[in-house]
């Protein structure tokens, strides 16, 4: 569903969506799968108030604040529209203060084979960035041709998802009883040339009636109150990343709550250093044209 708080601390710059395979998917089973239909995405906008769970490390986080606004509307025909805003306040011992303001707009048609992004964050330190681009899987790979920060064209494996398809094979594999995933997402952050492996743990089924122990203002929304969630937690790897010991430290990890219809509560982001908590603060159902 949702984008990091920040993956560069020193920047407090953008990060992925979470909701977000070049290694193949795990098979582990847990629980039995659901064998009703797919639920289709819900057109929705979401706002997450941040705050600071835990910090830890040596650079001591004293607060983090802020609030994301996530939009997502479209269909399968018409394809998927992401728009997203987050602002941050992550103040440091010393009295530091760093503020950053991120927006992002997206596209990714039904099928995961085209991908469109446009992101730009601002901070007080330094000049605004912006990547824009798309993303085409041809055949034996996929086509990245960005226009900013630097005009780029490269190939990466055609078995990379995009950040909806990731959140559709995530509910899937939920659904089928998985409780491990693997798979590796490309969402244009950061320069756009940035490839994650991403390891997502899979929990046990929560029924519609099972009301969440910390509601929240969509917990009692029609459009969730029935539905089955699952807790899922997404680390994220840079694939360039590689570790000499042969254990890689996630760059991040998110962990949510993962309705059927695609919307996330109980958000939890942990940068290592520190952790932000997101409580959903404002829930609203949007229109979505019908399919032909």
Same mark, same amino acid.
């Given at each position: 569903m949702t984008r990091s708080f920040s993956r560069d601390k020193d920047r407090n710059a953008v990060a992925a969506c979470v909701w977000l395979a070049a290694c193949a998917a795990a098979t582990v089973v847990s629980g039995s799968a659901v064998a009703a239909a797919p639920v289709p995405f819900l057109a929705h906008q979401a706002a997450y108030d941040l705050s600071l769970l835990k910090a830890r490390g040596s650079h001591a986080v004293d607060a983090a604040t802020g609030q994301i606004v996530y939009s997502f509307t479209g269909s399968s025909c018409e394809g998927y529209t992401t728009d997203f805003r987050q602002i941050s306040k992550i103040d440091t011992e010393g009295g530091q203060s760093k503020q950053s303001d991120m927006r992002s707009t997206s596209w990714e048609d039904a099928a995961g084979n085209t991908y469109r992004f446009k992101i730009e964050t601002r901070s007080a330190d330094a000049d605004p960035s912006i990547v824009d681009g798309i993303a085409e899987r041809n055949g034996d790979a996929i086509t990245i041709k960005l226009k900013q920060p630097k005009t780029k064209t490269f190939s990466i494996a055609k078995e990379t998802v995009f950040p909806t398809e990731q959140v559709r094979r995530i509910i899937d594999a939920a659904r089928e009883g998985k409780s491990l995933l693997e798979l590796a997402v490309y969402d244009g952050s950061d320069d756009g040339q940035r490839i994650f492996n991403t390891l997502t743990v899979i929990g046990r089924a929560i029924t519609g009636d099972n009301v969440p122990a910390s509601p929240d203002v969509g917990s009692g929304n !029609?459009?969730?109150?029935? $539905? $089955?969630?699952?807790?899922?937690? &997404?680390?994220?790897? !840079? /694939?360039? &990343?590689?570790?000499?010991?042969?254990? /890689?430290?996630?760059?991040?990890? $998110?962990?949510?709550? =993962?309705?059927? #219809?695609?919307?996330?509560?109980? =958000?939890?982001? !942990?940068? #290592? !250093?520190?952790?932000?908590?997101g409580a959903m603060s404002k829930f609203d159902v949007k229109a979505s044209k019908p399919c032909k």
């Amino acid at each position: 569903m949702t984008r990091s708080f920040s993956r560069d601390k020193d920047r407090n710059a953008v990060a992925a969506c979470v909701w977000l395979a070049a290694c193949a998917a795990a098979t582990v089973v847990s629980g039995s799968a659901v064998a009703a239909a797919p639920v289709p995405f819900l057109a929705h906008q979401a706002a997450y108030d941040l705050s600071l769970l835990k910090a830890r490390g040596s650079h001591a986080v004293d607060a983090a604040t802020g609030q994301i606004v996530y939009s997502f509307t479209g269909s399968s025909c018409e394809g998927y529209t992401t728009d997203f805003r987050q602002i941050s306040k992550i103040d440091t011992e010393g009295g530091q203060s760093k503020q950053s303001d991120m927006r992002s707009t997206s596209w990714e048609d039904a099928a995961g084979n085209t991908y469109r992004f446009k992101i730009e964050t601002r901070s007080a330190d330094a000049d605004p960035s912006i990547v824009d681009g798309i993303a085409e899987r041809n055949g034996d790979a996929i086509t990245i041709k960005l226009k900013q920060p630097k005009t780029k064209t490269f190939s990466i494996a055609k078995e990379t998802v995009f950040p909806t398809e990731q959140v559709r094979r995530i509910i899937d594999a939920a659904r089928e009883g998985k409780s491990l995933l693997e798979l590796a997402v490309y969402d244009g952050s950061d320069d756009g040339q940035r490839i994650f492996n991403t390891l997502t743990v899979i929990g046990r089924a929560i029924t519609g009636d099972n009301v969440p122990a910390s509601p929240d203002v969509g917990s009692g929304n !029609d459009a969730l109150k029935t $539905m $089955m969630r699952w807790p899922v937690t &997404v680390s994220y790897y !840079d /694939q360039a &990343v590689k570790a000499e010991s042969g254990e /890689q430290t996630p760059a991040y990890a $998110m962990s949510f709550e =993962l309705y059927e #219809n695609g919307v996330s509560r109980a =958000l939890k982001l !942990d940068y #290592n !250093d520190f952790v932000v908590g997101g409580a959903m603060s404002k829930f609203d159902v949007k229109a979505s044209k019908p399919c032909k």
